[in-house]
Nanobody, 128 residues
Framework: QLQASGGGFVQAGGSLRLSCAASGRAAVTYAVGWFRQAPGKEREFVAAITWRSGSRAYEEYAKGRFTISRDNTKSMGYLEMNSLKPEDTGVYYC???????????????????????WGQGTQVTVSS
């Protein structure tokens, strides 16, 4: 119900655009988020956006380099990543969540436990 794609191998300073295709119940949700997991580390929040209003939220390290967007007509989420660094290496997951309202979303958008559907992940490798 969620299919992430667009990962790959890129040199430091390069760019990648990740895509997340939502279908079925995963598409009838409040927000779509991106998380990542580096080898040996916990999964961490990257960015999130609400389907309806397009309200965006970013983790600090993503601000200014990453841009999250969505296309409601296609039930697609995107993560444009620029100025990539070796520390951005990891598996990137998209997820969608059934938040109750904007207050609920603003409170918990970075909480992986609040997302109900997860894609399989796409590998991003940034070389130095």
């Amino acid at each position: 119900q969620l299919q992430a794609s667009g990962g790959g191998f890129v040199q430091a300073g390069g760019s990648l655009r990740l895509s997340c295709a939502a279908s079925g119940r995963a598409a009838v949700t409040y927000a779509v988020g991106w998380f990542r997991q580096a080898p040996g580390k916990e999964r961490e929040f990257v960015a999130a956006i609400t389907w309806r209003s397009g309200s965006r939220a970013y983790e600090e390290y993503a601000k200014g380099r990453f841009t999250i967007s969505r296309d409601n007509t296609k039930s697609m989420g995107y993560l444009e990543m620029n100025s990539l660094k070796p520390e951005d290496t990891g598996v990137y997951y998209c997820a969608t969540g059934l938040f109750n309202n904007d207050f609920d979303y603003r409170r918990d958008y970075s909480n992986a436990g609040r997302y109900d559907y997860w894609g399989q992940g796409t590998q991003v490798t940034v070389s130095s």
